[in-house]
Structure formats: C-alpha cells, structure tokens
C-alpha cells in the first residue's frame, strides 16, 4: 500500500522558516517523483515544487522560487521541502504526492502532469 507522510509544520512568524518532510512507503521509491502541493483558505490547491528520482530533477512554482528548496534523501524514502522568508501568503495546508512516472515539471503556478497518490497535509501558519 502506498503511503505517504507529510510532516514538519507549524506556526511561524514572517520571515522565518520550516522544513517539511514527506516520507513514503510502500512502494518503490525510487522510481517515482515526489511533489509538494498546498491549499490555502479559499484557494485552489497550487503545486508548489517536485523533485524526480531519476535524476534529481526539479521544478518550483513561481510563488515560491528562490525561497523553498527540495531535497530528497532515497536511502530514508524521504523528500524534504525546506521554507525560507516565510510569507503570511505561504499559509496553506501542504500535502506531498507521488508520480509513478517520475515526472517533474510545470508551467509556473501547477504542475503540468497529475500525481497519483497522495497523503495527508501538514498545516503551515506564517504569521504577520
């Protein structure tokens, strides 16, 4: 059974940062690409970054470039996202999603391929 973890946030004063972790089980993680989404209150849900397997390739929305980096550490099946200069607008809901066919792209503000399995969210709170 696939089963992915989201953990890791928390509330957090503007400018500060968290790191959020996604582990995975139940399938073979390397053969499939790890991706980052959050849901604010009264939004859609943005795909914020992505990472492959493969190769490492990544992909960050443009909300959150220069700011977020993910990492993942196969040997634990675990995929970081690490927040910097927090913004209140960061506010969300982040969950983590699994592609089996480890692809890793978008255009911007989504992803441009669907992920097909997700876990729960870990809630961020970016105070002003």
């Known amino acids: 059974e696939v089963q992915l973890q989201a953990s890791g946030g928390g509330l957090v004063q503007a400018g500060g940062s968290l790191r959020l972790s996604c582990a995975a089980s139940?399938?073979?993680?390397?053969?499939?690409?790890i991706g980052w989404f959050r849901r604010a209150p009264g939004k859609e849900r943005e795909g914020v970054s992505c990472?492959?397997?493969?190769?490492?390739?990544?992909y960050y929305a443009y909300s959150v470039m220069g700011r977020f980096t993910i990492t993942s550490d196969n040997a634990k099946n675990t995929v970081y996202l690490e927040m910097n200069s927090l913004k209140p607008e960061d506010t969300a809901v982040y969950y983590c999603?699994?592609?089996?066919?480890?692809?890793?792209?978008?255009?911007?503000?989504?992803?441009?391929?669907?992920?097909?399995?997700w876990g729960q969210g870990t809630l961020v709170t970016v105070s002003s």
């Open positions: 999603a699994a592609d089996p066919n480890d692809y890793c792209s978008g255009y911007g503000s989504g992803f441009t391929h669907p992920f097909d399995f």
């Open positions: 139940g399938f073979t993680f390397d053969d499939y690409s």
């Open positions: 990472i492959t397997s493969s190769d490492g390739s990544t």
